[in-house]
């Protein structure tokens, strides 16, 4: 590529680069794939620089390029393969400790199977309390007490075992 093209391509690079990883992430909702996705999409439009140039909507061109590297990623049979025994776990958001984390999850342990699986169906699966009666085969207000007990336990639980914890306090819906 001659080198005011190159120049050229690096610059609309550069600007562009955070929207089209937002983009990336936005279609498939993973940031790993997301990086492939611009990759292979920055790499067609390298090499179809000279071509893309010349459209009348170099965005609308680059974002052909991307939904179509989406859709191919998508097609092929390996995309759906689990490279492992088992999915991983989703990652903690980046303003919770991992001290916080442990606290709640030795919480969650000590509670009874019940009351533990509607805990992690109501709170963390987000059923509705009709929809969690439902999967336990037991009665909604089975689901509301030992959604209750369940809180209360854990309540006392977080006090004693992590300060921050209980002053951020496990709220009832």
């Known amino acids: 590529m001659r080198p005011d093209l190159e120049r050229e391509y690096v610059e609309y690079v550069t600007a562009r680069l955070p929207r089209l990883h937002r983009t990336a992430y936005l279609l498939c909702a993973d940031a790993h794939q997301a990086d492939d996705i611009v990759q292979t999409t920055l790499t067609a439009l390298y090499v179809n620089w000279k071509r893309a140039v010349g459209a009348d909507n170099l965005d609308g061109y680059v974002h052909r390029i991307m939904v179509r590297r989406y859709l191919d990623e998508r097609r092929r049979r390996w995309s759906k393969v689990l490279l ?32 533990r699986a509607v805990v992690v169906l109501r709170f963390f699966g987000d059923l509705s ?11 909604t207000g089975n689901v509301k007490s030992q959604s ?24 009832d819906s």
Do not use: F, N, W, Y
């Open 129 to 139: 309390i009709e929809a969690t009666a439902e999967v336990l085969g037991c009665s």
């Open 148 to 171: 209750s007990r369940a809180l209360a336990t854990l309540r006392k639980a977080l006090d004693v075992r992590h300060p921050v914890m209980a002053a951020q306090g496990v709220k």
């Open 84 to 115: 492992g025994d088992r999915v991983p776990e989703l990652s903690v958001p980046a303003d919770h400790a991992v001290e916080e984390r442990e606290a709640l999850m030795a919480a969650l342990r000590s509670l009874p199977k019940g009351q």
